[in-house]
T-cell receptor, first 115, second 115 residues
Framework: AQKVTQAQTEISVVEKEDVTLDCVYE???????LFWYKQPPSGELVFLIR??????QNEISGRYSWNFQKSTSSFNFTITASQVVDSAVYFC????????????FGTGTRLTIIP | DAGVIQSPRHEVTEMGQEVTLRCKPI?????LFWYRQTMMRGLELLIY????????DSGMPEDRFSAKMPNASFSTLKIQPSEPRDSAVYFC?????????????FGQGTRLTVV
């Protein structure tokens, strides 16, 4: 069985600060995919990034960056120079095999950026 | 592409009534998922289909819940009879064929309130 743990329930930071959201996963499968989704106040789920288990390269996309470490089973997400529009609930998720099958979600981290 | 389309966006019903939620996946996608989001349980998979065939319905909470996918472009999730504890946001998602390196695409969700 798969499990995703997001220990941080809520985080508040002042605008322009950097913030890191933690994600720890558990799976016995050797092929798996990790995802981050954003859920803004409007409620939809917005895909941010996908990573497979064979690619441990960190990724940067604008102000967003992701650190994948198999040794610690972690896939952490950092927002640099946070903005009010980053306020949302962020979910980490895991899928085995090809990554387009069922997702196991973490409980989410509610991020509030204070102007 | 219009994305995954769910209807209705909001539904308020009385306890005991039948509720039907609808989903139109992205054309060409082989997988269809139904997720439920509640404060207590977070995002959880209810059921998913591959090529219109139910693959895993272990997340369906009880016999009051049923899901069908009569063709590749339409799925329903039915609750009969509904209960207040079924109040949640129900998401439908679809993804391409097995082996595709991609993610699931989510609909806007249906917010169900059972009073």
């Amino acid at each position: 069985a798969q499990k995703v743990t997001q220990a941080q329930t809520e985080i508040s930071v002042v605008e322009k600060e950097d913030v890191t959201l933690d994600c720890v996963y558990e799976t016995r499968d050797t092929t798996y995919y990790l995802f981050w989704y954003k859920q803004p106040p409007s409620g939809e789920l917005v895909f941010l990034i996908r990573r497979n288990s064979f690619d441990e390269q960190n990724e940067i996309s604008g102000r967003y960056s992701w650190n994948f470490q198999k040794s610690t089973s972690s896939f952490n997400f950092t927002i640099t120079a946070s903005q009010v529009v980053d306020s949302a609930v962020y979910f980490c998720a895991l899928s085995v095999n090809f990554g387009n099958e069922k997702l196991t979600f973490g409980t989410g981290t509610r991020l509030t950026i204070i102007p | 592409d219009a994305g995954v389309i769910q209807s209705p966006r909001h539904e308020v019903t009385e306890m005991g009534q039948e509720v039907t939620l609808r989903c139109k996946p992205i054309s060409g996608h082989d997988y269809l998922f139904w997720y439920r989001q509640t404060m207590m349980r977070g995002l959880e998979l209810l059921i998913y289909f591959n090529n219109n065939v139910p693959i895993d319905d272990s997340g369906m909470p009880e016999d009051r819940f049923s899901a069908k996918m009569p063709n590749a472009s339409f799925s329903t999730l039915k609750i009969q009879p509904s209960e207040p504890r079924d109040s949640a946001v129900y998401f439908c998602a679809s993804s391409p064929r097995q082996g595709s390196y991609t993610e699931a695409f989510f609909g806007q969700g249906t917010r169900l309130t059972v009073v």
